[in-house]
Nanobody, 126 residues
Framework: QVQLVESGGGLVQAGGSLRLSCAASGRMFSHYAVGWFRQAPGKEREFVAAISWRGGSTYYGESVKGRVTISRDNAKNTAYLPMNSLKPEDTAVYYC???????????????????WGQGTQVTVSS
């Protein structure tokens, strides 16, 4: 089992940057694919980015492509999501999620993920 805790959210002006972190506790974080999702008020949860168990494969949602870079450090049991050129429409609660996977799979749909963090708020002011 894996417990996930997100951090790094906050209030930033449009055009600014933030780096979100997802710290995992439990066993064998390296055996999990990781994804980031976000949910804005009144909207459905949206896929942001995903990374395979060793980081060799990544995938991005269209709304953030080119502005975020998902990465992970398995030695530190942590995944990261640096975000640049932030826009007001990026305002949301950001969640990380994990699913056991032992290959280059990137997991794109939230229903496939087994474990979720509690989320971190990102607010981008115009």
């Amino acid at each position: 089992q894996v417990q996930l805790v997100e951090s790094g959210g906050g209030l930033v002006q449009a055009g600014g940057s933030l780096r979100l972190s997802c710290a995992a506790s439990g066993r064998m974080f390296s055996h999990y694919a990781v994804g980031w999702f976000r949910q804005a008020p009144g909207k459905e949860r949206e896929f942001v980015a995903a990374i395979s168990w060793r980081g060799g494969s990544t995938y991005y949602g269209e709304s953030v492509k080119g502005r975020v870079t998902i990465s992970r450090d398995n030695a530190k049991n942590t995944a990261y999501l640096p975000m640049n050129s932030l826009k007001p429409e990026d305002t949301a609660v950001y969640y990380c999620a994990a699913k056991r996977a032992f290959d280059t799979t990137v997991v794109l749909t939230e229903i496939e993920y087994e474990y979720w963090g509690q989320g971190t708020q990102v607010t981008v002011s115009s």
